[in-house]
Structure formats: structure tokens, C-alpha cells
């Protein structure tokens, strides 16, 4: 267990999201004690085709259904949906992967949102009865480009006609990992958040080889299995899956951190 009242009390935690989307996580830590280390392994940009976009969001009020991938597509496409239809369309049904798109979307949309109790990902919303009744729907798919085909494919067996507005693009940022790594070797970084299989890549390239035991050698921590499972194939030695969200990260953090560890 830690020294100290605080349960993360000395404890260095890496956050690898993008900027803009780690300031919540990295206050709780800091709360309790810990501190948190931002290198952000993913950048948000513009999509490749905004023509496209736009054409695509104009069209959402010939749609049945508008499924929301994440809270950055949320914030991506509100504004073109607001310049083009003053708000959301009230005959489309909304709806979202994961309880923080949910968030993002209750902030512009005062309609039910369509949502899994439980779970985080396309599994856990394509096993609600709503999405088993698609048959001659329109459904429209927000996200960035590229990622997961799992719920478009099933979608389009259960009969629905999908498009996708791909309204952002992920990146890998430009960074010098060398202060980080100089902390790291120093015995500053205890634990590693990864929130995606995408950012776990990016941040193995841009430790380089120079890093790759530092990771291999510490905790990480991240929100799902699919993640867990790329990590231990790099050869992290020590993965703890976590519940979703920034709570399901810091109670990770504080379990793990306040259970004697051989």
C-alpha cells in the first residue's frame, strides 16, 4: 500500500488521450494524491473529405437512427448539425456507444438517447431489442475515420441501409519522449492509462525501442478487454482491465495501488 492518507499518494500516472480530453482524469488523480504525467499518444484532426461530411449530415433527417461513436464525434459533428438544422432533427432517433458519448450527446440533445445499461462498445448497444429491429432503416454512423466495422456489418445483416459521417481523423502526435523517459528511468511514471488499442500502438512507436522495457516493465491500466488483450501480446507484463470512463480508470488505479504486490 501507498505511504500517505491519499490512495494514489507518489504515484506517477502516464495519460496518453488526446489533448482536450485528459483534464478530467488527470485532476481525480491528482486529487488523491497522484501525479498525473500527460503525453498525449493521439491527435484529433480534420476529416480527409469535409465535402463529403457535410453532404452526409445534411441528409440526417432521412435517417431512422444517428449512432454516435464517441464524445469526439459528438463535439465534431454538433456544430455542422447545428449550422445546418438549427438542432437535432426530432424524428431521428439518437443514440450512442459508451455512457460518456451519452454525456456528450445530453448536453446538446434534451430527447432519450438510445444506450446500453451496461457496457462500453458496439457489442454491449447491438444487443438492445431497438437495434434487432432495423430491418429498411436508414442508420447513420458518426465517428472518425476508419476504426471498428463490427457494428455497421451487423447492422447491414439485421437489414439496415448504413452510411457513416466521418467527421474527424486520428493521428499520431509529433513528440520528444526523452524528458519522459529520463522521469521514467528515474522511477517517476508507477502506471499507464491506455483508453484505446489505437493509442496503445501509437504510443510503442513513439517510445521506441528506448522505451519499450520501461513499458513492458510497468502496470498498465485500461477500460477494456480488446486492449488488454493488444498489450499483453507487446509483452506488458502486468495489464489490469478496468471499468469504463474515467471513474472505472481511477478505481483501477486506487485497487491496484492499495493491494500488496509480490
Not at 46 to 68: C, M, N, Q, R, T
Not at 102 to 120: F, K, M, N, S, W
Not at 136 to 143: A, Q
Not at 176 to 198: F, H, I, K, N
Request: with cysteine; charged share 20%.
Amino acid at each position: 500500500m501507498l505511504g500517505g492518507a491519499l490512495p494514489l499518494a507518489g504515484c506517477g500516472v502516464l495519460i496518453t488521450r488526446p489533448d482536450g480530453q485528459a483534464e478530467g482524469l488527470a485532476m481525480r488523480i491528482a486529487e488523491l494524491g497522484g501525479h498525473p504525467l500527460l503525453f498525449p499518444a493521439l491527435a484529433i484532426a480534420a476529416p480527409a473529405d469535409p465535402v463529403g461530411l457535410a453532404h452526409v449530415i445534411g441528409e440526417l433527417p432521412g435517417y431512422h437512427l444517428a449512432i454516435f461513436i464517441s464524445p469526439t464525434s459528438v463535439e465534431r459533428a454538433w456544430p455542422l448539425i447545428l449550422a445546418r438544422h438549427g438542432g437535432w432533427p426530432r424524428a431521428v432517433v439518437p443514440a450512442a456507444v459508451g455512457p460518456a458519448s451519452v454525456r456528450a450527446l445530453e448536453t446538446y440533445i434534451a430527447q432519450p438517447i438510445l444506450a446500453a445499461e451496461d457496457g462500453a462498445d458496439s457489442e454491449s448497444l447491438l444487443a438492445l431489442d431497438a437495434l434487432n429491429a432495423v430491418g429498411g432503416k436508414r442508420v447513420l454512423i458518426v465517428r472518425g475515420e476508419g476504426g471498428r466495422e463490427l457494428l455497421a456489418d451487423t447492422l447491414r445483416r439485421r437489414g439496415a441501409t448504413v452510411d457513416y459521417a466521418e467527421c474527424y481523423r486520428r493521428v499520431r502526435p509529433e513528440a520528444d519522449p526523452a524528458p519522459l523517459l529520463a522521469l521514467w528511468r528515474d522511477g517517476g511514471v508507477a502506471a499507464v492509462t491506455v483508453t484505446s488499442r489505437e493509442v496503445f500502438a501509437n504510443l510503442t512507436a513513439m517510445l521506441g525501442e528506448a522505451g519499450a522495457g520501461l513499458l513492458r516493465a510497468t502496470p498498465l491500466f485500461a477500460p477494456h478487454q480488446r486492449i488488454a488483450d493488444a498489450a499483453r501480446a507487446w509483452g506488458v507484463a502486468e495489464v489490469i482491465v478496468t471499468p469504463p470512463g474515467d471513474a472505472g480508470l481511477v478505481s483501477g488505479l486506487v485497487d491496484w495501488f492499495n493491494e500488496p504486490h509480490g
